[in-house]
């Protein structure tokens, strides 16, 4: 008998699958506990598992397959979740050991709205502390390490590292984190995923313990772009994305030119070039342009202020204060930039904001998309950030760099999976779009991706999706 592999099945195929008879989900989520019992790094992955419950869970979703009463397509289908997110009567530790001690009185509102279409949570994922940081480091929980890198010990890339590397490792079938300024796409690009930053306030961030209430948004990491417009048809509560017949021909398209491909690694360039290249074949209309306002909006936090820091500060000083050596000094730093902000200057940023993206909407509006690198640089060795605290900076500020931009224009992002450097290291090519136009945007990733088919692997193994 050939064993089933399920991570490589898409959550479409999982739901018909068990619509038909011909996958039960208690054997579903048995195959998915295993898998995470035999991790050796599973307790840097998940801080905790929850055995019993998913057990419990995929026995009423047999039921309910039996006797036709199931609550979606995707009834009984495992999925993980960030530790950000609140699940009654359990702990939501957003990455400190110190919040464990606080039981979730109620469900995030986005982890009900999935229980409620019937998926299945098998646990909750590690994070950075307080989802402050791109590169996935967590001194008090361990660090979940890249799996691409067999001689080096690297980064898995941040804030959504666990769900990350869950759903790399294939110990689910999706992973749920959230994006504040690239916690969902770093990642994604860092371990040859595809990874979906929905529109801020599209999906409810209620229950979800906040970083930045402007900037926080929901988002997803998939093995394919099928299933990330699946979770964000479910979760978003939207009509079903309809994926079949699109094409790249006749597309308009920018290549951001300046700022993102800053001081990039030239392993990644390359595979990032080429990638454009086939595209343009397929028949897109690419352009090459300057968006000076990506330029400007970084040059403006720069001097006024930081929106992360200045919210997070204020949502999280007091808290730090109380409780000395709760969190790690490089993300405490961070706060301390934060506190240090005036009124008067993130009054301006917000302002200044809001007038770019006004600014960037008119100049791309005739556009499907902007191109650029997800993340410029190879994740870092950790070993190397925790001997120098300026590295550590440095190199956090380039995971985010490209990233945040969709996030302080209010945009929507998604980053895919295009090829590997030569030594192995999984290269994401982005794609951003105008505020709630996911549906265009998913059209469009799921077109470029039909050029990779075949090139994308998972652990030596091409993953079909």
């Known amino acids: 008998m050939i064993e089933q592999v399920w991570e490589s099945y898409t959550l479409e195929d999982i739901g018909y699958g068990i619509n038909s008879g011909s996958i039960d989900p208690r054997e579903l989520v048995e195959y998915f506990l295993t898998k995470i019992d035999q991790e050796t790094e599973k307790d840097k992955i998940f801080t905790e598992v929850f055995r019993e419950q998913a057990k419990k869970k995929a026995e009423e979703a047999y039921r309910r397959a039996n006797a036709n009463t199931r609550l979606s397509l995707y009834d009984g289908i495992p999925l993980v979740w960030k530790d950000n997110f609140d699940i009654k009567d359990k702990p939501t530790s957003a990455g400190l050991k110190i919040l464990l001690e606080k039981v979730a009185k109620k469900d995030a509102v986005a982890y009900r709205v999935s229980a409620d279409a019937g998926f299945i949570c098998l646990g909750k994922t590690?994070?950075?502390?307080?989802?402050?940081?791109?590169?996935?480091?967590?001194?008090?929980?361990?660090?979940?390490?890249?799996?691409?890198?067999?001689?080096?010990?690297?980064?898995?890339?941040?804030?959504?590292?666990?769900?990350?590397?869950?759903?790399?490792?294939?110990?689910?079938?999706?992973?749920?984190?959230?994006?504040?300024?690239?916690?969902?796409?770093?990642?994604?690009?860092?371990?040859?995923?595809?990874?979906?930053?929905?529109?801020a306030g599209l999906i409810s961030t209620e229950g979800i313990i906040p970083l930045s209430q402007t900037l926080d948004?929901?988002?997803?990491?998939?093995?394919?772009?099928?299933?990330?417009?699946?979770?964000?048809?479910?979760?978003?509560?939207?009509?079903?994305?309809?994926?079949?017949?699109?094409?790249?021909?006749?597309?308009?398209?920018?290549?951001?030119?300046?700022?993102?491909?800053?001081?990039?690694?030239?392993?990644?360039?390359?595979?990032?070039?080429?990638?454009?290249?086939?595209?343009?074949?397929?028949?897109?209309?690419?352009?090459?342009?300057?968006?000076?306002?990506?330029?400007?909006?970084?040059?403006?936090?720069?001097?006024?202020?930081?929106?992360?820091?200045?919210?997070?500060?204020?949502?999280?000083?007091?808290f730090l204060e109380a409780n000395p050596g709760s969190i790690?000094?490089?993300?405490?730093?961070?706060?301390?930039?934060?506190?240090?902000?005036?009124?008067?200057?993130?009054?301006?940023?917000?302002?200044?904001?809001?007038?770019?993206?006004?600014?960037?909407?008119?100049?791309?509006?005739?556009?499907?998309?902007?191109?650029?690198?997800?993340?410029?640089?190879?994740?870092?060795?950790?070993s190397k950030l925790e001997q120098d605290n300026k590295k550590y900076a440095s190199e956090n500020l380039m995971s985010l760099r490209n990233t945040r931009l969709a996030n302080l224009f209010g945009l929507c992002a998604i980053s895919l999976p295009v090829g590997f450097t030569p030594s192995g290291l999984?290269?994401?090519?982005?794609?951003?779009?105008?505020?709630?136009?996911?549906?265009?945007?998913?059209?469009?990733?799921?077109?470029?991706?039909?050029?990779?088919?075949?090139?994308f692997r998972h652990f030596g193994k091409s993953v079909e999706c």
């Open 217 to 318: 948004t929901v988002g997803f990491m998939t093995r394919c772009v099928e299933d990330a417009a699946i979770l964000y048809h479910l979760i978003a509560q939207t009509d079903k994305v309809d994926l079949s017949g699109v094409e790249c021909k006749g597309l308009n398209l920018i290549v951001c030119t300046n700022t993102v491909w800053d001081d990039i690694d030239p392993n990644i360039s390359a595979v990032l070039y080429s990638a454009i290249e086939d595209i343009a074949r397929r028949g897109a209309i690419i352009e090459r342009r300057s968006i000076p306002e990506f330029e400007e909006a970084l040059e403006l936090m720069s001097k006024k202020g930081n929106i992360v820091n200045y919210e997070g500060s204020r949502n999280w000083s007091e």
């Open 426 to 455: 999984p290269v994401g090519l982005m794609l951003v779009g105008a505020p709630f136009s996911e549906v265009n945007l998913l059209h469009l990733a799921s077109s470029i991706e039909k050029l990779f088919y075949g090139k």
């Open 126 to 199: 590690n994070m950075t502390e307080l989802a402050f940081s791109g590169l996935g480091i967590n001194p008090t929980f361990g660090t979940p390490t890249n799996p691409f890198d067999r001689q080096n010990i690297r980064v898995p890339g941040g804030s959504s590292s666990g769900s990350a590397i869950a759903v790399a490792k294939g110990l689910c079938c999706a992973g749920i984190g959230t994006d504040t300024g690239g916690s969902i796409r770093t990642p994604a690009a860092w371990n040859n995923l595809v990874g979906l930053k929905t529109t």
């Open 328 to 382: 790690s000094p490089d993300i405490l730093d961070r706060f301390h930039v934060g506190a240090k902000t005036k009124e008067s200057d993130i009054q301006e940023v917000y302002q200044g904001l809001e007038n770019l993206k006004k600014q960037y909407l008119k100049r791309t509006n005739d556009y499907t998309a902007i191109l650029m690198p997800t993340v410029a640089s190879i994740p870092p060795i950790i």
